[in-house]
């Protein structure tokens, strides 16, 4: 039974070996790093003196009818002094609108953006340095490290780090550092699902765990197998 069990054992020491060695890796690779710097979250300015409070006796116009049935969720705040109101909807998708006025806010320009991207950040030297460039992605076209089906300015900062600023929020939706693409790369292979990196139960990654466990087993087992005590013959 235990020759069996250890034919078995090679066997599948051959067949789940590499899945076993990387998962090893990816997991060392991912946890080599806090999360809070893989997110990039050292890198976001320290917003916490900046008032956001509505001024007093703020009172929102006729003119703006947020009443519709497809609104999901209203937000309100004054962002450098201008009192403004976020109205997002059911499919997602968000409109600014000037709080004094009910006017619609239209869509932020590129320089807009890049603004946005330096204030909302701490990246050593930006600040001082020329405005980074920025390119502009539909919702239905965002790159692979964002994501997210909303439209977006992409502002490639000097160190290598993608800024996402929402070009209808106005807000720094998401922080991609160098680090945080790496990572993203290791756990799709972690999961076995480089193409959309979301997957984490699927056949392939439950049939290999399965027998990474079995295969564990059968070399615990293993470990209590007696071997024969060799028997040493004098030279000469």
Same mark, same amino acid.
């Given at each position: #039974? #235990? =020759?069996?069990?250890?034919?078995?054992?090679?066997? *599948?020491?051959?067949?789940?070996?590499?899945?076993?060695? #990387?998962?090893?890796?990816?997991?060392?690779?991912?946890?080599?790093?806090?999360?809070?710097?893989?997110?990039?979250?050292?890198?976001?300015?320290?917003?916490?003196?900046? &008032?956001?409070?509505?001024?007093?006796?703020?009172?929102?116009?006729?003119?703006?009818?947020?009443?519709?049935?497809?609104?999901?969720?209203?937000?309100?705040?004054?962002? &450098?002094?201008?009192?403004?109101?976020?109205?997002?909807?059911?499919?997602?998708?968000?409109?600014?609108?000037?709080?004094?006025?009910?006017?619609?806010?239209?869509?932020?320009? #590129? =320089?807009?953006?890049?603004?946005?991207?330096?204030?909302?950040?701490?990246?050593?030297?930006?600040?001082?340095?020329?405005?980074?460039?920025?390119?502009?992605?539909?919702?239905?076209?965002?790159?692979?490290?964002?994501?997210?089906?909303?439209?977006?300015?992409?502002?490639?900062?000097?160190?290598?780090?993608?800024?996402?600023?929402?070009? &209808?929020?106005?807000?720094?939706?998401?922080?991609?550092? =160098?680090?945080?693409?790496?990572?993203?790369?290791?756990?799709? *292979?972690?999961?076995?699902?480089?193409?959309?990196?979301?997957?984490?139960?699927?056949?392939?990654?439950?049939?290999?765990?399965?027998?990474?466990?079995?295969?564990?087993?059968?070399?615990?087992?293993?470990?209590?197998?007696? =071997?024969?005590?060799?028997?040493?013959?004098?030279?000469?």
């Amino acid at each position: #039974m #235990m =020759r069996r069990l250890a034919k078995w054992h090679i066997w *599948l020491g051959w067949l789940v070996g590499v899945p076993l060695v #990387m998962w090893t890796l990816t997991g060392l690779v991912m946890v080599s790093r806090p999360i809070e710097t893989v997110r990039g979250d050292h890198l976001r300015a320290d917003m916490s003196a900046v &008032d956001e409070s509505l001024p007093a006796g703020l009172a929102l116009p006729a003119a703006l009818d947020l009443s519709g049935g497809d609104i999901e969720r209203i937000e309100i705040a004054s962002p &450098d002094g201008v009192p403004l109101v976020w109205a997002t909807r059911e499919d997602g998708s968000v409109q600014r609108y000037d709080a004094r006025t009910g006017r619609a806010l239209p869509r932020l320009t #590129m =320089r807009e953006a890049q603004g946005i991207a330096v204030a909302g950040t701490a990246i050593d030297g930006q600040a001082s340095a020329p405005p980074p460039p920025a390119q502009f992605f539909e919702a239905d076209a965002v790159p692979f490290d964002f994501r997210r089906p909303m439209p977006v300015w992409q502002v490639a900062m000097a160190d290598g780090t993608h800024v996402y600023v929402g070009a &209808d929020t106005a807000r720094i939706e998401a922080v991609r550092t =160098r680090w945080w693409r790496l990572f993203d790369v290791m756990w799709g *292979l972690h999961i076995m699902d480089l193409e959309a990196r979301e997957d984490t139960s699927h056949p392939i990654l439950i049939a290999f765990a399965a027998l990474s466990l079995i295969g564990s087993l059968v070399g615990c087992v293993l470990l209590f197998r007696r =071997r024969k005590a060799r028997i040493k013959v004098p030279r000469g």
